[in-house]
């Protein structure tokens, strides 16, 4: 299948900076990116979608002051936690798809903020 | 709107005995259906999935899913279960136009007794 990288796997912040996670498709274009947060032992939550060159379409009580979507390119999109806070720490996963295609997810990002 | 169900938070099942997760889901468009498998930390890795054609759909690692379109269900099952198996499983649905975007049901924590 095809393969969707994301990075860091693991990162750890101080209260009030920003981390942004990257979020890239190896070997297709995707024309579709999802992002998701996913709480311990709690299913996938879906935070937005974004398309290559749009503004990310974001899901009712995600702030999209607080989680900025970049889909700047067919392989690549971004999520930014801005002023990141304790309650922000979370599992964050990444999907790609092209077209009607099945989505592929990145590895997940375990984001702690002390 | 789509909506997922997964009955059973948790499934406690000796090594060796078959197994059965049970998925509905609810629809007012046609959907793809899809198993994933979680592993501890980890992203999702895609088990099954039912775009069209037959309704028994086989996996990977010996899993298969039924899709029943009047129940409205995708269970997913195997018939003799590993250690190994030991997981978060989640099923998933997805538009087969517009956004695409998934909607994950609750998780079933499968977990395997020696």
């Known amino acids: 299948g095809a393969v969707v990288s994301q990075h860091p796997s693991r990162v750890i912040c101080k209260s009030g900076t920003s981390v942004k996670i990257e979020c890239r498709s190896l070997d297709f274009q995707a024309t579709t990116m999802f992002w998701y947060r996913q709480f311990p032992k709690q299913s996938l939550m879906l935070m937005a979608t974004s398309n290559e060159g749009s503004k990310a379409t974001y899901e009712q009580g995600v702030e999209k002051d607080k989680f900025l979507i970049n889909h700047a390119s067919l392989t690549l999109s971004t999520l930014t936690v801005t002023s990141a806070h304790p309650e922000d720490s979370s599992f964050y996963i990444c999907?790609?798809?092209?077209?009607?295609?099945?989505?592929?997810f990145g590895q997940g990002t375990r984001l702690t903020v002390v | 709107a789509q909506s997922v169900t997964q009955l059973d938070s948790q499934v406690p099942v000796f090594e060796e005995a078959p197994v059965e997760l049970r998925c509905n889901y609810s629809?007012?468009?046609?959907?793809?259906l899809f198993w994933y498998v979680q592993y501890p930390n980890q992203g999702l890795q895609l088990l099954l999935k039912y775009l069209s054609g037959s309704t028994l759909v086989k996996g990977i690692n010996g899993f298969e899913a039924e899709f029943n379109k009047s129940q409205t269900s995708f269970h997913l099952r195997k018939p003799s279960v590993h250690i190994s198996d030991t997981a978060e499983y989640f099923c998933a649905v997805s538009e087969r136009s517009g956004t695409y975007k998934y909607i994950f049901g609750t998780g079933t924590r499968l977990k395997v007794l020696a």
């Open positions: 629809s007012s468009v046609s959907v793809y």
């Open positions: 999907s790609a798809r092209a077209g009607d295609r099945e989505a592929f």
